[in-house]
């Protein structure tokens, strides 16, 4: 299996810019997180979908972000306007039947906001 | 609310020492217990879990023991290899499922 695939790995824009980061959860998960990482915080859940419905976005930082899954393959995570505080790594991860399973990690979007 | 905490780093050991690195939580009910790691550039692995107190959970060498009494979940290694050298993170998932709550994470560098 591939895992799960995120893309781009890298993205530089500048402050106001929207920046849309994609992910490809692992084909048969049914379940599947956007996380967030930086120094200052360290890991942090924004949103998590079950069967492509969102369940707990309470991590979601305010209106600017967004995060969709129209299907079972594929989801977004949106910033509109970008601002220098969103730079991190953001890491989708998915994981099968319930949410008690193993997440799997992607290889993460480090996201930099000039 | 549900937390967890780990001993900060960087921890820089030499190659064949012995590894602990701490971790404790807090949380109501029966959490499942985690240890992850993050080799450079790369996203999180699950390394060992634990989903009941007294359970040891062992993977490549590293043991954790999910202890209640103390609300810890140690990580343990006999001997580590430069190999090893990454960032570990403890994490937690309360009984509903769900998001994983993670330790702030603690660097790892072995020497030859």
């Known amino acids: 299996d591939a895992g799960v695939i995120q893309s781009p790995r890298h993205e530089v824009t500048e402050m106001g810019q929207e920046v849309t980061l994609r992910c490809k959860p692992i084909s048969g998960h049914n379940s599947l997180f956007w996380y967030r990482q930086t120094m200052m915080r360290g890991l942090e859940l924004l949103i998590y979908f079950n069967n492509n419905v969102p369940i707990d976005d309470s991590g979601m930082p305010e209106d600017r972000f967004s995060a969709k899954m129209p299907n079972a393959s594929f989801s977004t995570l949106k910033i509109q306007p970008s601002e220098p505080r969103d730079s991190a790594v953001y890491f989708c991860?998915?994981?099968?039947?319930?949410?008690?399973?193993?997440?799997?990690f992607g290889p993460g979007t480090r996201l930099t906001v000039l | 609310g549900n937390s967890v905490t780990q001993m900060e780093g960087p921890v820089t050991l030499s190659e064949e020492a012995f590894l602990t690195i701490n971790c404790t939580y807090t949380a109501t009910g029966y959490p499942s217990l985690f240890w992850y790691v993050q080799y450079p550039g790369e996203g999180l692995q699950l390394l060992l879990k634990?989903?009941?107190?007294?359970d040891k959970g062992s993977n490549k060498g590293f043991e954790a023991t999910y202890r209640k009494e103390t609300t810890s979940f140690h990580l343990e290694k006999g001997s580590v290899q430069v190999s090893d050298s990454a960032v570990y993170f403890c994490a937690l998932r309360g009984n509903q499922g769900g998001k994983l709550i993670f330790g702030q994470g603690t660097e790892l560098s072995v020497k030859p």
């Open positions: 991860a998915s994981s099968a039947r319930d949410t008690h399973n193993e997440q799997f």
């Open positions: 634990a989903t009941k107190a007294d």
